[in-house]
């Protein structure tokens, strides 16, 4: 079931909220938490009833184990723990990748299982690890196996995040709703719910019309001219911004619904002005766990500067890895670690630097260096194989013909928005309906405030780093009034004429 689904907006969403409103009646009960995870389950397995015993599994394995883990002496047990998470992690997501490249390199013909990998297993599988790691540290209370349920099976943030701590959820399954605050978490959760769907529905699927056809014709080995790979590049950096931050909104603003606030995972990432301040604004929940438990368990910063940036680069490594068995995903994570080895490097190298740059052309600079290394670690991103993204950055670099093929005119041509631009002028050419949607939906990732600013007087997600900077002044912050709410129910009558095809999250693959 997706969030960009009637089913889940129509029927799965409201029934789930209604109920929970019925059995609560202005108090938290002890049914509004067991319907939860009831809704959650059900969610999961209308994926695949199957897997639903794998994450129960889990579930019960994962509490048991915190449970028994009560202070430094239960190391064995906590490394046991993280070791069996690992393994099943493993087993589904990497087996057929280490199959095939030992195939490969070694010249055996292992066969290769067939291996379905579990919807969200990458993500529920790091909250629980990080929950074993934290009771071994003592940092873990005593909860609950109704409280630990929620906590991992929370259908908002269970398929592709926000990745949540504990720490940070659980004391929400305890806290009563007013009746006040149930009124303003309808109206909030609302409004983020349809600014997330316009993101994905909207401009996220309509950027792919451009990105698909150039990559599948790498993919199959064909040539791309100069101007088909920027295209395409552009616009997938502005789809995936857009999907992923269509997403959170979406999962936020369902878990706002119940009174719950999941913690900010996306805040404007292409305004960075480093490669350090993208990952505090990209996919913020997993650069966190990647810090707390992969970084700092290396050794961090704590064993000179050599070593530190050994940690970063397995770090991002690994992170890579993370995101999918594919070398591509890997190469992606390896430039990752390389630019925050350079931009951690500079800025030991010019300590002064490490304070925000005054100077707006240096700030500018300093954003678009960082926009052009992220937009060409992308291209591996998105790729089908590592060939297929060497294609297109060759083509980016002039290494083939330059103008538009006549491949990419015809799909260009055939967009709803191409005919309306012809309606207004005839004599366009047929390529300026998708250059001015793709210039026009990146220089949005660049300069319109982001959901967390627009609602920031009604704080939508947990306190982060970002408050209280998200306050910014010229922003047209969001009420609840007559006018906001026509604005809102246009964005959301756009949003569902445009869901004729319903298209997955990118990060749902993960």
Request: a positive charge; aromatic letters at 16%; one cysteine or more.
């Amino acid at each position: 079931m997706l969030f960009n689904s009637l089913h889940y907006l129509i029927l799965f969403l409201p029934i789930t909220w209604l109920v929970y409103q019925w059995l609560g009646r202005g108090q938290l009960s002890r049914f509004q938490l067991l319907w939860l995870v009831a809704a959650s389950l059900f969610f999961y397995a209308c994926w695949s009833p199957l897997f639903l015993g794998l994450m129960l599994a889990s579930i019960g394995m994962n509490f048991l184990l915190g449970e028994a883990i009560s202070d430094r002496r239960s190391r064995p047990l906590m490394i046991l723990g993280v070791c069996l998470n690992l393994g099943i992690l493993g087993y589904f997501k990497y087996t057929g990748f280490f199959l095939e490249n030992l195939n490969t390199l070694t010249g055996m013909l292992v066969p290769m299982p067939a291996i379905t990998l579990p919807l969200a297993i990458s993500f529920f599988t790091f909250q629980q690890i990080a929950y074993l790691v934290d009771a071994y540290r003592g940092e873990a209370k005593d909860y609950s196996f109704q409280h630990y349920c929620l906590f991992v099976s929370f259908f908002p943030q269970l398929v592709a995040g926000p990745i949540v701590h504990h720490k940070e959820m659980m004391p929400q399954f305890d806290k009563p709703v007013l009746q006040k605050e149930t009124r303003q978490n309808l109206q909030v959760g609302l409004t983020i719910i349809a600014l997330g769907l316009f993101k994905k529905v909207v401009l996220a699927d309509s950027l792919s019309v451009y990105v698909d056809p150039v990559f599948s014709q790498a993919g199959a080995g064909d040539a791309v001219s100069t101007l088909d790979a920027w295209l395409a590049v552009i616009a997938f950096s502005g789809q995936i911004y857009f999907d992923f931050s269509g997403y959170t909104d979406i999962a936020i603003g369902s878990a706002r619904l119940f009174g719950i606030k999941l913690p900010e995972n996306f805040f404007s990432p292409y305004k960075a002005n480093s490669i350090i301040d993208f990952w505090r604004r990209w996919h913020i929940t997993l650069s966190r766990f990647l810090r707390d438990y992969l970084y700092f368990t290396l050794g961090g910063n704590r064993q000179g500067i050599g070593k530190r940036y050994r940690n970063l680069a397995i770090t991002m490594l690994l992170g890579g890895l993370w995101h999918g068995a594919h070398w591509n995903f890997v190469i992606w994570g390896g430039l990752h670690g390389l630019y925050l080895v350079i931009n951690h490097g500079w800025r030991h190298v010019l300590p002064n630097n490490n304070s925000r740059p005054e100077r707006l052309m240096t700030r500018l600079c300093y954003r678009l260096l960082t926009l052009a290394a992220v937009i060409f670690a992308w291209v591996y991103f998105r790729a089908e194989s590592v060939q297929a993204a060497n294609a297109v950055i060759g083509a980016l670099f002039g290494q083939n013909s330059f103008g538009f093929s006549n491949a990419y005119l015809a799909v260009m041509s055939a967009q709803p928005a191409a005919e309306f631009f012809a309606l207004l002028n005839p004599g366009l050419p047929a390529y300026t309906a998708a250059v001015a949607i793709v210039t026009g939906a990146f220089f949005l990732c660049l300069l319109a405030p982001n959901t967390q600013q627009w609602l920031s007087h009604y704080q939508p997600v947990l306190p982060s780093q970002h408050w209280p900077r998200a306050r910014l002044e010229l922003i047209p912050y969001w009420r609840p009034n007559a006018a906001y709410s026509a604005i809102i129910a246009m964005i959301l009558f756009l949003s569902l004429l445009g869901m004729g095809s319903i298209s997955e999250f990118i990060y749902f693959q993960f």
